[in-house]
């Protein structure tokens, strides 16, 4: 859902219930909204979101080529809109903190375009926690304005844009 106003990100909004392991065990899609577990952190939960993605990575690239990878994306991005609105919902905030399936999934986008290095790796990571954290322009105004499990997806979709951008250029020099 897209809207004109400027309402403030709710992700400091305290959840009508306390995130658990009792509470992603309740429904699958809590489980997978919450990154399987990474989104529990005290602290730095997109952080921890996003390291889930390099060992994902690792494994499915020892069955997969990078396109097929980057392909198998567009399926997850539909369930994480599906996980993060359900578990917005059972939480009472659209775009809670510990909701990290957003970067998992993005994270898994930009390694499809580094090189397996660990420089590369280091660089993807980087590049994507500046852009998912900062949010410039258009990340900034997706972020504001599409709510529910589709706005939760979208600026990471966006921030591994950016990214990819910056991966790509790195290899072309």
């Known amino acids: 859902m897209i809207t004109d106003s400027l309402p403030s990100s709710n992700k ?10 009792t509470f992603l065990k309740a429904h699958p899609a809590h489980f997978v909204a919450f990154g399987f577990g990474s989104g529990l952190a005290k602290k730095a939960p997109g952080t921890w979101g996003t390291l889930v993605a390099l060992p994902m ?7 997969l080529p990078n396109p097929i990878i ?7 991005f539909a369930i994480g809109i599906w996980s993060c609105e359900i578990t ?4 009472g905030v659209s775009d809670y ?3 990290v399936i957003d970067e998992v999934v993005a994270m898994l986008m930009v390694l499809c375009f580094a090189p397996k290095t660990v420089a590369a790796w280091v660089l993807a990571f980087a590049l994507f926690r500046f852009f998912d954290i900062i949010k410039p322009w258009p990340i900034s105004w997706f ?3 599409v709510k529910g499990g589709l706005g939760v997806m979208i600026d990471d979709l966006i921030a ?3 990214a990819i951008i910056g991966i ?3 290899t072309a020099f």
């Open 12 to 21: 400091k909004q305290a959840p009508k219930i306390q995130p658990s392991w």
């Open 57 to 63: 990575m690792a494994a499915l690239q020892l069955f």
């Open 70 to 76: 980057f392909a198998f994306c567009v399926p997850l």
């Open 88 to 91: 917005g919902r059972a939480l």
């Open 97 to 99: 903190g510990g909701i």
């Open 143 to 145: 972020d504001r304005r």
């Open 160 to 162: 591994a844009v950016f």
């Open 168 to 170: 790509v250029l790195y």
